[in-house]
């Protein structure tokens, strides 16, 4: 049995989401990466950086949320969360997630530890500042992208789709104004509602409400 290791709400969230959607058997550790958890030996054992989320399988660790998601969706064909290779749609399908990799989630990585990006407190509450702006922007870009689909691939749902979720729950963490993001709400409420979803949020405990 696979083990994922996971925060709650981090991007660790898709992969559990895309698991439970699948049916592939797990087993879930909960790593406290505020309460140094991930800075232990045993753990950097695991993920030399100390990231979540790993999937240790049998053939050995995955890290990555893309990749995984990916990897759990190629090997679990019948579940129809990812298209055929070599289509157009597949090419697509990659492009959201590497696009979630490289706009949000770094900009996210700004705003909520800038003391990785600067030494002095002027320049580290500057990054801040910046990650934050960052941030609105490309969610808002996400949701531009959102206008007129029930889906990120359209009328079908697949592994971008609660990778997306997580941004919109970060947004939403920071307080931003999500209201504004009409495409982007929808979708998160169409996700959230699905009952794979609703599972994965159980188990990692986050607040009830991300499940009404």
Known sequence: MDTLYYYPGACSLSVHAVLEETGHPYAARRIDIHGGDNDTPAYRAIHPRGLVPVLETSEGLLTEAPAILLHLADLHPEAGLVPPSGTLARTRCHEWLLLGATHPHPAFARLMRAERFASDAPAVEAVRTQGRA??????????????????????TYSVCDPYLMVFFLWARFVGLPVGELTAYSAHFARVTARPAVRR????????VELAA
């Open 200 to 207: 994965a949020i159980a188990a990692e405990e986050l607040p």
């Open 134 to 155: 960052d941030f609105w922007e490309a969610v808002r870009h996400l949701d531009e992208r959102l206008a007129g689909k029930s889906w990120a691939l359209g009328e």
